[in-house]
Every structure is written in C-alpha cells, then in structure tokens.
Nanobody
Framework: VQLQASGGGLVQAGGYLRLSCAAS????????MGWYRQAPGKQRELVAAITSNGSTNYEDSVKGRFTISRDNAKNTVYLQMNSLKPEDTAVYYC?????????????????WGQGTLVTVSS
C-alpha cells in the first residue's frame, strides 16, 4: 500500500491550498483517513480526520478554516485549507487505517504518506 500526497507549496497569509492524498495497492477497505502536521521543533499533531461514513474532527486551531473530505471510490482524502496563517507552516502528512488483502486473507495497518511542505508567509 502506498499513500501519495500532493498539493503543498508556498502561499501568503490569508491564502489557500488544497492537499490531496491517494491510497493505492491491494486495498480491501479504508477506515479513518487523516492529516497530521509537524512544524520545525514541534511534535507531529493531528490536524483533521474523517471516517468512512464521513464523520470528521478537527484540531481547534483549524476549525472553520480547514475542511477534510474524501472520495471513497478513489481512495483519496483531501484537505482544503483556507485563511492560512504563518503558524500553519509545517510538513503535512496523510495517514490512513487500511485493510489490505493478501494470499492469507486480510490484515489491517496504519499507513503514512510522504510529507508535503506547506509554507505560509506573513
């Protein structure tokens, strides 16, 4: 299984970006998908998460500005980030809990995409 993230970049404060993360491989089902971020010198933190039935939760500082969504047919999760602030600058990682198929049956695990850098200038 691979998670391929894209959409990061440099944007001015008040601007917007949309991150995407597509899962591929021998996927049976995907439960929770989410986005984490890690700023320099800080621990990785959960930004937003979405379940397979669309339930969402957000870190307090992004509520009202960020929107997480997913396309189950495409095994893809998105993060629409509006009204960006310099403090949103970080490497953003997608994460998914995925059940995969293999010759012995199915198994579940937690998978990470490669990070994508978001830089917000003041």
């Amino acid at each position: 299984v691979q998670l391929q993230a894209s959409g990061g970049g440099l944007v001015q404060a008040g601007g917007y970006l949309r991150l995407s993360c597509a899962a591929s491989g021998r996927i049976f089902s995907i439960n929770v998908m989410g986005w984490y971020r890690q700023a320099p010198g800080k621990q990785r933190e959960l930004v937003a998460a979405i379940t397979s039935n669309g339930s969402t939760n957000y870190e307090d500082s992004v509520k009202g500005r960020f929107t997480i969504s997913r396309d189950n047919a495409k095994n893809t999760v998105y993060l629409q980030m509006n009204s960006l602030k310099p403090e949103d600058t970080a490497v953003y990682y997608c994460n998914a809990h995925i059940t995969t198929t293999h010759i012995m049956g199915v198994s579940s695990g937690n998978y990470w995409g490669q990070g994508t850098l978001v830089t917000v200038s003041s």
